[in-house]
């Protein structure tokens, strides 16, 4: 009986982390200005900068598209003085992808926010469109594919961070004739075969069994080659982007977000 009591009690314990019992504020390293990245002409790609999370300065899987007059948010978080959305894209539950305060922030009676189950179930006064991993629909002359993104080995004993079977995503959206990649939070896994023709690959390099560690990111990258790749997903500060950049191959160009000095800044 106590065994079992313990076993429930460390379960519950880790079932409360992953779900991510803790605050996510704006970090003192974020930037005055947006990080941005202009794809074409056309269209752009925003980062709002790093968060604080877990006492750690984190540069988060959130950003921002702006196509024409169209604006996208793939995993909004912490957003500060943005455009209203069009669209939004969540790709799983977890408080440092699913924010419902930043949703409320930017959604307006026309924003469409795409989603698997588990976060649909959450906003249920939004207009929503759920979507599974394989899936693939067309919003005009935009077109947009669920993707497979899951662990493949346990993040503590048997317990997998990001299991296949929640049907967490990522997504390839291909926009005014440019593919672009957002990881959400997987591992390296073989369905990643299949993202061919890359313009850009968004890519998670944090590692800990949550997702690619830079190895098997700038792996995947080298794999697929890219035009450009921006590397997410990680602490700020210790040279994780510096390190993936040195491991992409040259047919890549890495673009990285946090270029610019990062010292707290006053605003």
Known sequence: ????????????????????????????????????FELDDELDIFSEGPVKFMKKDFLPASFRIEYKETTFYIDPLTIENSKP????????????????????????????????????KKIKSHKVKTVKPGEEFEIGSIKIRAVHAY???PTFLWIKGHPQKANNLGYILTINGKRIYHGGDTSLIPEMKEFSGLTLALVPVGGDKLTMDI??????VNSLNPKYTIPMHYEAGKGYGKKFKELVKRQTKVILFESQPLKPVKK
């Open 1 to 36: 009986m106590i065994g079992m009591k313990r076993k429930y009690i460390l379960l519950l314990s880790i079932t409360l982390i992953l779900q991510g019992c803790f605050n996510i504020s704006t970090s003192p390293l974020r930037p005055v200005q947006h990080y941005k």
């Open 85 to 120: 959305a069009d669209y939004i894209l969540i790709t799983h539950k977890h408080p440092d992808h699913f924010s419902k305060e930043d949703i409320e922030k930017i959604a307006h009676q026309n924003t469409l926010i795409i989603c698997p189950s588990g976060v649909a």
């Open 215 to 220: 190895k098997e990111a700038a792996q995947m």
């Open 151 to 153: 662990n493949t080995k």
